[in-house]
């Protein structure tokens, strides 16, 4: 089993900035890509950013220059550093693990979500 843990959520104004981090553990055999997704009240889950195991990144177009996805010194995490945050940056926030449980075989593992609500 591969756990995700997320921390650093909250009420920023918006200007703001906030920072989230995620952890995977467990029986993690290789990492593909790690990624931040968010959802709102009946919306479907989105890409927010991703970062592959080779370095790449993909950012979605709201997000670009704003947003910066990176990793951690310790092993399997990664932050979402979130800049000049705006009202419609207020979601749920999920972190994403495509991660190797076995050699054979790859699954996507989910955070249990942290709140961001940027609001004045």
């Known amino acids: 089993q591969v756990q995700l843990v997320e921390s650093g959520g909250g009420l920023v104004q918006p200007g703001g900035s906030l920072t989230l981090s995620c952890a995977a553990s467990g029986s993690i055999f290789a990492v593909i890509a790690m990624g931040w997704y968010r959802q709102g009240p009946g919306q479907q889950r989105e890409l927010v950013a991703q970062?592959?195991?080779?370095?790449?990144?993909d950012y979605a177009d709201s997000v670009k220059g704003r947003f910066t996805i990176s990793r951690g010194d310790a092993k399997d995490t990664v932050y979402l550093q979130m800049n000049s945050l705006k009202p419609e940056d207020t979601d749920v926030y999920y972190c994403?693990?495509?991660?190797?449980?076995?050699?054979?075989?790859?699954?996507?593992?989910w955070g249990q979500g942290t709140q961001v609500t940027v609001s004045s």
């Open positions: 994403n693990g495509k991660i190797y449980d076995s050699r054979s075989s790859w699954d996507d593992y």
């Open positions: 970062l592959n195991r080779g370095g790449g990144t």
